[in-house]
Every structure is written in C-alpha cells, then in structure tokens.
C-alpha cells in the first residue's frame, strides 16, 4: 500500500513562531487532506488540497502531487495550534480509503 | 454542512461484553463510511470500509467475526465490538464522504470519535 511519512516528528515552538510540516508519500493520489487532532481526540479538517496552495487564517497548505510531497504551514503560532498534525492520502484508483501520515506532534510554549 | 455524529463518546465495558458504536451523517447521505482504530500515540489505521446495503470490506488483519459492522441506511452504519477484551480498548473514528458527491475527488468528514475501554 501507499507509504505516507510526516516530518518531523515532534516540534517545539515558542508561542509566535513560524513552522513548516512535510508530508511525503510514495504513489499517486486523488485526495489529500491536513488535520489537527486536538487533546480531546478531535481531528480538525484543516485542508482538502490534492494539488495546489490553499490559506485559511494563519495556516497554508501546498501539495506538489507530482514531486508527492505536502506542507503545511503554521504562521505566528499560538497555544491552542498544540497537538497532532496529520496528513492522509487516498491512493488514485482505492475509492477515496484515506491512508494516514506518521503524524507530527506540535507543542506550543508560551 | 457535512457533520458526521458518532456515540457514544466514551464507554467502559467489561471484558466478554458487545459494545456497539454508531456513526451518522446527519445532513448528508453517506452510501460509505469508513471505520478507522488509533492506539494511543500512534497514527489512524483504517479497519474496514462500511457500504450501504451491502457487506463491508475489512483491511488485513482485521477480524470481521470481532467487528461486525451493519450499514443498513444512507445515514447510519454501527460498529460492534464482539467479546471485547482489553486489547481493544482503543480509540474508534468513523468517517464519511460528504454532501451527496459521488466523486472520490471530494474530502471525507470524521465524527468526534469514541474511546472504549474494557476492564
């Protein structure tokens, strides 16, 4: 199957700082979506971004599809950014089954 | 729009017992959903794919006899955790692909998941 890794792994950040989060995979994709799982469990959809830059607020996304790989950019961050960062792909062809990254856990300091 | 509810949030059972967890879309008609498990500290790992109507498909590894999972409406599909034991206590998210698009190209919506744990 789709091979999906996230660096880096873990990020500290001081309150105010500036991140950029990768996302590689190993095959073609159809769907790619960014989500931020809160303390709760909750997982936030932050982005829908197959190909393409995406803004919402503080945060941007851009997917190369053709170099398979996607960042998420986290701008001025705050305390409430803290928690897990997950990229997931649907592999073209698999009817939209999202594989899900490695994960990168942000932690936000004041 | 494209809201999926999941209950119950959180349930305790002890070890032998069934636990059922539902999954709805509530302003969209999902024909699939899907159930994904995550361990505490790691990633989401798919566990099978919910079709309405028909019987679900179950990724590899995955005992279909131990999670029984009925998709009987455009709006419903439950997951039911057979004679659980310890090891399944987990976090359990359902998802779905939202507003009436029938295209694979369009994002899946998850529920607010559910943490099951058996004593």
């Known amino acids: 199957g789709i091979q999906v890794e996230q660096s880096p792994p873990d990020l500290i950040l001081q309150e105010g700082a500036n991140s950029t989060l990768r996302c590689n995979f190993s095959d073609s994709v159809n769907n790619l979506q960014w989500f931020h799982q809160n303390p709760w469990g909750q997982l936030i959809n932050l982005f829908y971004i197959p190909s393409g830059t995406k803004q919402n607020g503080r945060l941007s996304a851009t997917t190369v599809a053709t170099e398979r790989y996607s960042l998420l950019y986290i701008s001025s961050s705050q305390t409430t950014d803290s928690g897990v960062y997950f990229c997931a792909v649907a592999h073209t062809g698999t009817a939209s089954k999202l594989t899900f990254g490695t994960g990168t856990r942000l932690q936000v300091t004041l | 729009g494209a809201v999926v509810s999941q209950h119950p949030s959180w349930v305790i059972c002890k070890s032998g017992t069934s636990v059922k967890i539902e999954c709805r879309s509530l302003?969209?008609?999902?024909?699939?959903m899907f159930w994904y498990r995550q361990f505490p500290k790691q990633s989401l790992m798919l566990m099978a794919t919910?079709?309405?109507?028909?019987?679900?498909?179950?990724e590899q590894g995955v005992e279909k006899d131990k999670f029984l999972i009925n998709h009987a409406s455009l709006t419903l599909s439950t997951l039911t955790v057979t004679s659980a034991h310890p090891e399944d206590s987990s976090f359990y998210i359902c998802?779905?692909?939202?507003?009436?698009?029938?295209?694979?190209?369009?994002?899946?919506?998850f529920g607010n998941g559910t943490r099951l744990t058996v004593t």
């Open positions: 302003d969209f008609q999902a024909t699939t």
């Open positions: 998802s779905a692909r939202g507003g009436g698009q029938v295209s694979y190209n369009s994002p899946l919506h």
């Open positions: 919910s079709n309405e109507g028909s019987k679900a498909t179950y």
